[in-house]
């Protein structure tokens, strides 16, 4: 019975697993190819949640669902362009204290315009409900979130590997100077990334604004599990962020079970764990300009 | 690391030039406000600050504070540690004649102690702890917030009586922080001597946003009852996906803020929980107060709104009381013990043992979602605790349970 609750935490971790990794892939393509660590990345998920509740009820959720993070992902096009542009060679922590600041001026910017209490959103009606089987439940909703995120990955997967567009933005990661010997600027596909990776992040403040609060300091929340996800997983390595998403999720889970006190504990403890052990994280890529 | 000199040089300019309020004025009186404006118990914070705003802003179009203008410094707590040099800084700098605020029990205990020192009245508006009350009291600390004690014992009737507890498993969700902690203590007494058995209790960190691992726990124990004894954001969130993963056990709550349960959306609110103050109370205070927060909010208040309103116009009324700003004639003013208006159906009054608020509480029960109308009337009032012709004390924590010694 006992190994029938312990696998129902293993799934629901996969589930959750699925969720972080949406906002994970973005920070580590930015820090890829940027090499700007994303502090505001919480807050673009936080204004996805944000605007599906404001966009909610007129084009509806499934429409929020879409527009929401074309919106954001725009946002994230004019934030390339305007700020985070003049900081890729730069000393790194000043592009650190800029995306810090911006975080800071988001969340006080939610606070102004829609208050500091959670702001009530629900689950459709048509999503709403569980899938019963045996011994074990799942929010239908929370599968629907998985199904989604699996699309997402597997898309950018694709464009990154599969692409004509992919193939310069791996050729930056490694050696953006030899890119730039070839005659191709790297700026437009800053932009394109950029704006991909914070769109995902709004299309997981999206999926989070049903079933989680819908407050200012929602993207704070979620911003360290996701530093910690790409930490674990090992920089530049896309599946190494992926296995890392679903690890942590599950031990998330299990801690809960076993240790409920230690449960968001047991993230950080791993992290520290995959630190001393392999220091580059699980598949960490050894990437000539951040050596 | 390269910063450059300028760059430091303009960032201490602007630092340095930040705060320039004048000094010397003997026609206002400083009162400061700390309350946790940031983090998992801001969205309590904001009301708290828009209702001590309109109670300062009443104050002074009624003529002030003994022919004074009231003004009011207001800062963000944060935690424990910011929120205590804060205070010491509103004591040393800015020589406020009281503090008003917090929400959280940790911080306001590292308050107290500075109050404690200086010799400056704190009244406490939303940390429910009962060991601020007891082992932690102080003589400067005064409480408009009702203790643990008080929530446990109000919601805990409604559950005796709705026959949970005796004979029953219940399965609690708690806080992991130094309110919840010492809540799970009171409920854990009141449940074990009502008859109730645990079925399974959990510690959560106050920042955990995913409550799934913990819902499939509770689904496997099968308690009789669900108890969340959460706080903030957690609660927000409890609610949403305890809707969520579709659990059909019953669900009380030994602590509650309406702001959070009014933040989780339509159909997700479920459950009886108690509060000290709602916005549906008849009494011609409190409905004044509702229309006037209302006109200048554009959303009706909730408890803690209630809280620092309330304190703040005790306050003045102590020092109008007392004709001057003596941190220690008002504490025995207040210690008189006499009645006042709390904007409830009852007068209420500070037990002297240890400067509690003796006051009616509530236990409110969630409305079915077909019944709820509007946003805010989301739970049916039920009536006050204790009834009319019981003492006040009878929901709060006894000597024997509590005891306080001043120091």
């Known amino acids: 019975m006992e190994i029938v609750f312990v696998f129902e935490q293993v799934l629901n971790g996969l589930l959750i697993g699925a969720f972080y990794l949406l906002i994970a892939l973005g920070l580590s393509l930015i820090f890829s190819l940027g090499g700007i660590v994303n502090l505001a990345h919480g807050a673009f998920f936080a204004l996805g949640a944000y605007l599906t509740v404001a966009l909610a009820p007129t084009i509806g959720f499934g429409g929020a669902f879409v527009v929401s993070p074309v919106l954001v992902g725009l946002l994230g096009l004019l934030v390339e362009r305007f700020l985070l542009r003049r900081f890729y060679r730069g000393d790194p922590i000043l592009g650190l204290l800029l995306t810090f600041g911006l975080a800071m001026v988001a969340e006080q910017a939610f606070r102004m ?26 929010s239908r909703y929370r599968l ?33 100077d030899m890119v730039a010997a070839l005659g191709i600027s790297l700026k437009p596909y800053m932009s394109a990334v950029v704006a991909i990776a914070v769109g995902l992040a709004a299309l997981a403040g999206v999926m989070s604004a049903p079933i989680t609060g819908v407050h200012p300091a929602m993207g704070a929340e979620i911003l360290t599990f996701a530093f910690v996800v790409v930490v674990i997983g090992g920089l530049g390595s896309f599946w190494g962020v992926v296995a890392a998403a679903f690890i942590v999720g599950v031990v998330r889970g299990l801690a809960a079970y076993y240790v409920p006190s230690a ?11 995959v630190l001393l052990l392999r220091p580059r994280g699980l598949f960490g890529e050894r990437i000539q300009k951040f050596e | 690391m390269q910063v450059s000199r300028r760059g430091l040089l303009a960032a201490s300019a602007i630092g340095l030039a930040a705060p320039s309020i004048s000094y010397g004025q003997s026609d206002v009186i400083r009162i400061g406000h700390l309350t946790p404006r940031t983090g998992f118990l801001g969205p309590l914070g904001e009301y708290a600050v828009q209702a001590i705003q309109l109670a300062g ?13 009231l003004e009011l410094l207001m800062e963000d707590s944060v935690n424990p540690q910011t929120g205590s040099a804060k205070a010491e800084r509103f004591v040393q700098r800015d020589k406020v004649a009281a503090i008003v605020g917090e929400i959280n029990s940790a911080t306001a205990l590292a308050i107290a102690q500075v109050v404690n020192r200086e010799r400056v009245l704190f009244v406490n508006t939303g940390a429910n702890s009962d060991a601020l009350r007891g082992s932690d009291c102080q003589r400067f600390m005064f409480h408009v917030e009702g203790q643990n004690s008080m929530y446990v014992k109000t919601v805990g009737r409604a559950l005796v009586a709705k026959g949970l507890v ?21 409920a854990k007494n009141f449940m074990g001597g009502a008859g109730g058995t645990v079925a399974g209790e959990d510690l959560i960190p106050t920042d955990l946003t995913d409550f799934s691992p913990f819902l499939l726990k509770i689904r496997q124990a099968r308690p009789d009852l669900v108890v969340a004894n959460l706080a903030g954001a957690q609660i927000t969130n409890f609610l949403k996906q305890y809707s969520e993963f579709g659990l059909r056990f019953p669900v009380a709550g030994f602590g509650f803020d309406t702001a959070l349960a009014w933040g989780a959306g339509e159909g997700n609110f479920l459950g009886t929980w108690p509060v000290m103050w709602h916005h549906m109370i008849q009494a011609p205070s409190a409905q004044a107060f509702v229309r006037a927060f209302t006109t200048k909010y554009g959303r009706p208040p909730e408890n803690q709104a209630w809280g620092d309103y309330t304190a703040l116009k005790l306050v003045a009324q102590a020092m109008t009381a007392t004709r001057g700003t003596d941190g220690m004639k008002i504490v025995e003013h207040f210690e008189g013990e006499g009645r006042m208006d709390i904007l409830k159906t009852r007068e209420g009054y500070f037990r002297k043992r240890d400067h509690q608020l003796m006051q009616e509480a509530y236990a409110v029960t969630a409305l079915p979602p077909a019944e ?27 000597a024997e349970e509590n005891a306080c010694t001043f120091r």
């Open chain 1, 113 to 138: 315009i829609w208050g500091a209490a959670p702001v009530p959103f629900s689950i459709p009606m048509a999503l709403r409900g569980q899938v019963i089987i045996g011994e074990l439940i799942f």
């Open chain 2, 57 to 69: 802003e009443e104050i002074n179009a009624a003529g002030g504070i003994n022919g004074k203008r």
């Open chain 1, 263 to 273: 449960t968001e504990a047991s993230v950080y403890l791993l992290m520290v764990l």
């Open chain 2, 166 to 186: 005796r004979g029953k498993k219940y399965y609690a969700l708690t806080a992991d922080y130094a309110f919840g902690h010492d809540l799970l203590r009171v």
């Open chain 2, 372 to 398: 709820v109308k509007n946003r805010w009337d989301i739970f049916s009032p039920g009536d006050a605790v204790p009834a009319a012709n019981e003492s006040l004390e009878a929901i709060a924590a006894t």
């Open chain 1, 144 to 176: 629907l979130i998985l199904l989604v995120a699996a699309i997402a990955v597997l898309g950018l997967w694709l464009l990154l590997t599969r692409t004509a567009f992919g193939r310069v933005v791996r050729a930056g990661v490694q050696n953006p």
